[in-house]
C-alpha cells in the first residue's frame, strides 16, 4: 500500500510563465503626454498644459523643469505634444520642445537649462520652426525624436478636420502631413543637406501621414517606427529602415492602412510604403498610440518586441518580426486612456495615462507546479 501511495503521490514538477507587470510610478499628474530622459536617471514628464517635470527616482520634483503654460494653447489635441534632449546635452544643455501656440501654430523651439540642472532657463527661447496650423485644431503631431543620423525628426499631422480635406499630407511644398527632419546644429534654416525633396519643401523626409502620433528608432538598429491614427476604420504602424534615405510615401490620404480611402477605389500606387500592422476600429479602438521597439532587461521574453497601444480601448500589442516578415499579439488588456510610452535611459519602458499616472513595465517570472502521477 505504501508502494502503491508512494507511485501515486504528487510530485512537484516546474514550469515557468512570464507575466507582465505595470507599476505606477508616478500619480497625480495633469495630462502626461510623453516621457523621455536626459542621458542619466531623471524622467522627464511632459503635460499637455505646458510643463515639464522630473521624476528623480523616488518622487515628482514640485518645481517645474520648464513651464511654458503662458505660450501653449491646450487641450483637445493641442498643448506641449514634444520635448527632446540634444544627443550632446551633457555638454550643451539644449533641449528641445513642440507645442501648439496661441493661434493655433506649432512651434519647435529650442532651450538650455540653466545653472540649476533640474531648471531651464525660460529666457533661453530660440525658435527653429513655426508651421501654420490654425484652420482646425486638431492633427498637430508633435513628436520629437533624433536619430542615430544626430538629425531632429518632427511629427506633423495633416492639418486636421476629417479626410484631409486640403490634401495637405500629399503635398511636398506644405510640410504637415509629414515627418521633418532638421540640422539643429548647423544655422537657420537647419535643413540637412542629404533631405530627399531639394525642389520642395527642403525639411521633409517623409510623407503621406494623418497624423504620426508618437514614433520612435530602435536604439539598437536605428529602424524608425511610425504609428499613424486612423481616420474611421483602421489604425496603422508604419516601418523605415535605418538605410533608408527618404523620400517614403506612406500614402494617406488615398489610403487609410491596407485600404482605399479616397478615391475609394482604385487607390494603391506602388510608391506607398503599406504599414507593417494594421488593426480595425471594430472591438472599439480608434487611436493607436506609438511605443518602442523593447532593448531593455525587465521583460526579456519581449527582447525586440515593438510595443503600441490604443488610446479609447486601453489594449497593448506587441509587434516581432521573423524572417523580414511581422507578427503582432494582444499583450495586455488596461483601462488606461493611453497616450504615449517612453523609454529610459537603459531601455526600460513606461506607459503614460493621459489620466494622470506613469507606469513601469517588468516581467514577473512565475513558477506554477503542475501534479505529475508515476
Not at 528608432?217 to 499613424?228: K, Q, S
Not at 506612406?250 to 507593417?276: D, V
Given at each position: ?37 536626459a542621458?542619466?536617471?531623471?524622467l ?36 506641449l ?27 519647435v ?9 533640474n ?30 543620423d ?66 520612435t ?12 491614427v ?18 517614403e ?31 480595425s ?13 523593447y ?53 526600460e ?18 513558477t ?6 508515476h
Open positions: 500500500m505504501k508502494r502503491i501511495l508512494l507511485l501515486l503521490s504528487l510530485l512537484a514538477a516546474a514550469a515557468s510563465a512570464q507575466d507582465i507587470v505595470l507599476t505606477t510610478v508616478a500619480s497625480g499628474l495633469d495630462q502626461p503626454l510623453g516621457l523621455t530622459h542621458g542619466d536617471t531623471r522627464f514628464i511632459t503635460l499637455q498644459r505646458g510643463r515639464i517635470v522630473i521624476w528623480d527616482g523616488t518622487r515628482v520634483l514640485p518645481t517645474p523643469f520648464l513651464d511654458v503654460s503662458g505660450l501653449v494653447s491646450c487641450c483637445g489635441e493641442r498643448g505634444l514634444g520635448v527632446a534632449f540634444h544627443p550632446q546635452y551633457a555638454t550643451n544643455g539644449f533641449f528641445f520642445v513642440d507645442y501648439t501656440r496661441g493661434d493655433g501654430d506649432i512651434v523651439a529650442r532651450y538650455h537649462v540653466s545653472a540649476d540642472p531648471r531651464a532657463d525660460p529666457a533661453s527661447a530660440t525658435i527653429l520652426l513655426t508651421l501654420e496650423h490654425s484652420q482646425f485644431g486638431n492633427h498637430n503631431g508633435g513628436q520629437l525624436q533624433f536619430g542615430p544626430g538629425y531632429l525628426y518632427i511629427g506633423t499631422g495633416d492639418g486636421g478636420s476629417g479626410g484631409d480635406p486640403n490634401n495637405r499630407a500629399q503635398n511636398l511644398n506644405d510640410p504637415l502631413g509629414k515627418i521633418l527632419r532638421l540640422d539643429v546644429d548647423a544655422g537657420p534654416p537647419y535643413i540637412p543637406p542629404t533631405n530627399p525633396f531639394p525642389n520642395a519643401r527642403r525639411e521633409i523626409w517623409a510623407y503621406g501621414l494623418r497624423n504620426p502620433w508618437r514614433f528608432f530602435d536604439r539598437e538598429t536605428g529602424d524608425l517606427f511610425i504609428a499613424d486612423g481616420q474611421n476604420a483602421f489604425e496603422e504602424i508604419d516601418f523605415q529602415p535605418r538605410a533608408s534615405l527618404g523620400g510615401n506612406y500614402g494617406w490620404r488615398p489610403m487609410e492602412g491596407n485600404h482605399c480611402f479616397n478615391p475609394p477605389s482604385g487607390c494603391f500606387s506602388p510608391s506607398f510604403k503599406l504599414p507593417i500592422f494594421e488593426y476600429h471594430n472591438d472599439g479602438s480608434c487611436s493607436v498610440t506609438g511605443g518602442y521597439r532593448r531593455g532587461v525587465r521583460m526579456p521574453s519581449l527582447r525586440g518586441a515593438y510595443f503600441y497601444g490604443d488610446f479609447c480601448t486601453g489594449k497593448v500589442w506587441v509587434g516581432t518580426e521573423s524572417g523580414g516578415a511581422w507578427t503582432s499579439r494582444l499583450l495586455l488588456q488596461t483601462t488606461m486612456q493611453i497616450s504615449s510610452f517612453g523609454e529610459d535611459l537603459n531601455g519602458l513606461y506607459v503614460l495615462d493621459l489620466r494622470g499616472s506613469v507606469l513601469a513595465f517588468s516581467e514577473r517570472l512565475r506554477r507546479h503542475r501534479a505529475v502521477q
